[in-house]
C-alpha cells in the first residue's frame, strides 16, 4: 500500500468514477468560484480605488475580547495601505509594486486577528486550487447552498497524511455559495491545530459599484462565535492621497510574512504509478501562488525507480497556496511518498 505524508499539509484522494464526471464537476467548481469572483471581488484588475473600514470583535480562548478596527485603502494590487489598530497596537502595512513595508511595529498580529484581510477578499479564492471531490446541496442555518468540497485532512502523530480509509476522512474544507445570487456565504476550514471546524459567514450583501459586496462576517469554531466583523465604510475613491503610500525612513521592508504563515494544503494529489517495492521517497517541493509545484528535488530515495515515480506523481499534485495576511505567497514544504 503506497501514502503520500506531507508536513504541514493533507489531503485525501477520492476517485471518481469516470472521468467526465470529474472533469464536470470541476467545470462547475470553476464556474460558482469565478461568478462569485465575478460579482464580488472589489479588488480585481481595473476596479476603481476605494477605502473600507471594519470594526471587528474577536473572542479569545478565554473568554476575553479584543475589539479594533480594520482599514485600507487600496489603488491596485501593486500599491494599497492597511492599517489594523487593537488597544495600544497600531500596525500600517503599504504596498509598492512588488514590495511591502510596515510601517508600524514589527510585531505579529494576534491569531484571533489574522483572518481580517483575507474576509474581505474573495479575490484570493482560485479555482485550481479547489479542486472538488463533490459538490452538493447543503443546509447551513436552515438555508440551502450549493457547495464546493475538497479533499478532507487527517491528522496522524505529528504529521498529516492521505488515507483512502473511510474512518480516517475528516470534515472536508468547502465553499458554500447562494444557489440563486451566486454570492459566497461560507467557507468551511476542518479542524488543523483547533480542537473543533471553522466556518465564516458571509452576509448582508449591498450594492457597491458595479458589484455587491458582503458587509458582515462572522466565524465560528464549532458553535462558538470566535470573529465578527461589519463594514462600517465601503466608499469608491476618484482620487488618492499619495502621502499615504509615502514610506518615511523607518520603513521596514518585509522580506517574510509579518505572521506566521498559514501553510499550504493539497487538494489533488494521485498516487505514483508503477510504484514496486517498499522505501520512502522525500520530495522538496515550492508550492507557488497558483497552488502548482516546481522546483522539485529529491531529498532521498531508496532507489531511482521509486524516485522516478514519487516526482512522476508528484509534479501532478495541486495545492491550495500558503497565505501570508491572506494573501497567496510561496511556500517550500518537504513531501514523503511511502509503502508500507
Not at 487593537?86 to 489574522?114: I, N
Amino acid at each position: 500500500m503506497t501514502s503520500c505524508h506531507i508536513f504541514f499539509l493533507a489531503a485525501t484522494l477520492f476517485l471518481f468514477s469516470s472521468t467526465g464526471f470529474a472533469s464536470n464537476q470541476q467545470e462547475e467548481a470553476a464556474s460558482l468560484i469565478e461568478h462569485a469572483k465575478q460579482l464580488s471581488d472589489i479588488r480585481a484588475d481595473g476596479a476603481p480605488a476605494f477605502r473600507l473600514r471594519l470594526d471587528f470583535k474577536a473572542i479569545k480562548k478565554d473568554g476575553s475580547v479584543l475589539q479594533g478596527t480594520y482599514t485600507e485603502v487600496w489603488r491596485s494590487k501593486a500599491q494599497w495601505r492597511r492599517e489594523t489598530a487593537v488597544g495600544d497596537f497600531h500596525r500600517t502595512e503599504v504596498a509598492a509594486g512588488q514590495k511591502r513595508f510596515l510601517l508600524g511595529p514589527v510585531k505579529a498580529l494576534s491569531e484571533d486577528m489574522r483572518d481580517l484581510p483575507a474576509l474581505s477578499d474573495i479575490g484570493r479564492f482560485q479555482p485550481e486550487t479547489w479542486k472538488p471531490t463533490k459538490i452538493e446541496n447543503r443546509k447551513l442555518n436552515g438555508s440551502g447552498f450549493r457547495c464546493v468540497e475538497t479533499a478532507p485532512v487527517v491528522r496522524a502523530g505529528i504529521h498529516l497524511l492521505t488515507s483512502r480509509e473511510p474512518e480516517a476522512w475528516g470534515d472536508a474544507p468547502a465553499l458554500c455559495f447562494d444557489r440563486s445570487s451566486g454570492v459566497l456565504v461560507a467557507e468551511i476550514e476542518p479542524a488543523m491545530n483547533r480542537s473543533e471546524d471553522e466556518t465564516c459567514f458571509f452576509v448582508d450583501y449591498q450594492k457597491f459599484g458595479e458589484r455587491i459586496y458582503a458587509r458582515s462576517y462572522k466565524c465560528l469554531e464549532g458553535e462558538q462565535v470566535r470573529l465578527e466583523a461589519r463594514v462600517v465604510e465601503l466608499v469608491a475613491l476618484s482620487q488618492v492621497d499619495p502621502e499615504l503610500f509615502a514610506l518615511p525612513e523607518e520603513a521596514k521592508e518585509l522580506t517574510s510574512c509579518p505572521d506566521p504563515v498559514r501553510p499550504p494544503r493539497g487538494v489533488y494529489e494521485p498516487e505514483p504509478v508503477g510504484w514496486y517495492g517498499s522505501g520512502v521517497v522525500v520530495i522538496l517541493i515550492t508550492v507557488g501562488i497558483d497552488g502548482t509545484p516546481r522546483n522539485l528535488s529529491v531529498n532521498f530515495s531508496p532507489s531511482p525507480k521509486l524516485e522516478k515515480a514519487a516526482l512522476e506523481a508528484a509534479r501532478q499534485w495541486r495545492f491550495r497556496p500558503a497565505t501570508c495576511d491572506g494573501e497567496p505567497v510561496e511556500a517550500k514544504i518537504a513531501a514523503e511518498v511511502a509503502t508500507h
